[in-house]
């Protein structure tokens, strides 16, 4: 145990003293005996000298030498202990046991990848910035639970960031990569657009980033974006919706539904409530449909006339400015640090 260790030890269990406990007991509960307590008082420091000539059968510092040069050569630079001395063996080769070269490599701190390969980082997505419907889109899939237990059904949803309005869905039996493929294909032909006017976003299942998915949205000049691995985070748009789909008053009581039929029947009519009659919190309480459709700057002035008209009739009843209903102009999705910073300085202020 080190001094800093002894310190800490005896510095709870003085404290548990002054709160009533004895220190024979608080001593046992750290696994301590109280007469060792009693010599660190006396003698704080360790005493043993500990051995004082190396041992007979230790590695000259020749032999240690060479076993770095083996461990971190190309050839080895990527094997691990217990595959090296086999390999080493193989050529009647031996220069040390897999716990000396472990020792060896801990007291060099070597006990990371020694090889120029190094695991793969996954990047935060970059910045996507929506200044107006059909910019950037975002899509997932959740489940939807079935009558017979582990079978599932398949929601395909796109939503625009910007309006947040629900732009396509499908559901099926199944996952499958063409028929990602297709429903991206078909939302664009829907909803016109462009060539290079678009960016997907998406998670980084197969569904989503398979060949035959990349292959359509080149075809259709579309950017890509992906989220990393089992970073929900960087998907916040779709896994709100789902959340907001599954937490529905409307959603089945039992929590499944008896068909596929019935699933799409259901999931229709929820898009149709979400789309035109919900008023989205995140777009200053605007349905996601006159958002899409450019009405919401309108609706915003509108409410603006009616607050600005109730404070002057009753100016007593308003302490400050009326209620905030400034148009939303632009929605950012994986915001950059720097900008995120900014952003929350602003609202705190």
Not at 268 to 276: A, I, Q, R
Not at 293 to 301: G, K, M, S, T
Request: charged content about 30%; hydrophobic content about 35%; aromatic content about 8%.
């Amino acid at each position: 145990m080190t001094a800093i260790e002894r310190t800490e030890c005896k510095a709870l269990i003085d404290e548990a003293v002054k709160a009533g406990a004895r220190k024979k007991k608080a001593a046992e509960l750290l696994g301590i005996s109280l007469r060792t307590i009693q010599r660190w008082d006396t003698r704080p420091e360790d005493g043993r000298k500990g051995p004082i000539s190396s041992p007979s059968n230790a590695l000259t510092p020749e032999e240690r030498a060479k076993v770095l040069e083996v461990v971190n050569s190309p050839e080895f630079a990527s094997m691990n202990p217990w595959q090296i001395v086999p390999t080493l063996a193989d050529r009647d080769i031996y220069i040390g046991s897999e716990s000396t070269i472990y020792r060896i490599l801990r007291k060099k701190d070597l006990l990371t990848h020694r090889s120029n390969i190094r695991p793969k980082k996954h990047e935060k997505p970059k910045e996507l910035v929506a200044t107006g419907p059909n910019k950037v889109w975002t899509w997932d899939i959740t489940y939807l639970r079935a009558r017979i237990r582990g079978i599932y059904y398949y929601l395909y949803l796109i939503v625009d960031i910007f309006s947040r309005k629900i732009v396509y869905w499908e559901v099926h039996d199944r996952e499958a990569e063409e028929l990602s493929s297709e429903m991206i294909a078909h939302a664009c032909e829907q909803e016109g657009i462009e060539p290079g006017q678009l960016t997907v976003h998406a998670d980084n299942g197969n569904p989503m980033r398979g060949s035959m998915m990349r292959a359509t949205l080149a075809m259709l000049v579309v950017a890509a974006s992906f989220s990393r691995p089992r970073v929900s985070n960087d998907n916040p748009f779709s896994e709100a919706l789902f959340k907001t789909l599954k937490y529905c008053p409307a959603y089945p009581e039992n929590g499944w539904f008896e068909s596929i039929e019935q699933a799409k029947k259901w999931v229709g009519s929820f898009v149709d409530w979400y789309n035109h009659i919900h008023l989205h919190s995140g777009i200053n309480w605007i349905s996601p449909a006159n958002r899409h459709a450019n009405r919401d700057q309108e609706i915003l002035e509108k409410r603006h006339k009616v607050y600005e008209a109730a404070r002057i009739k009753n100016p007593d009843r308003w302490s400050t400015q009326t209620r905030n209903w400034k148009y939303i102009d632009c929605v950012v999705l994986s915001p950059d640090k720097k900008e995120e910073a900014n952003g929350l300085k602003k609202k705190a202020a």
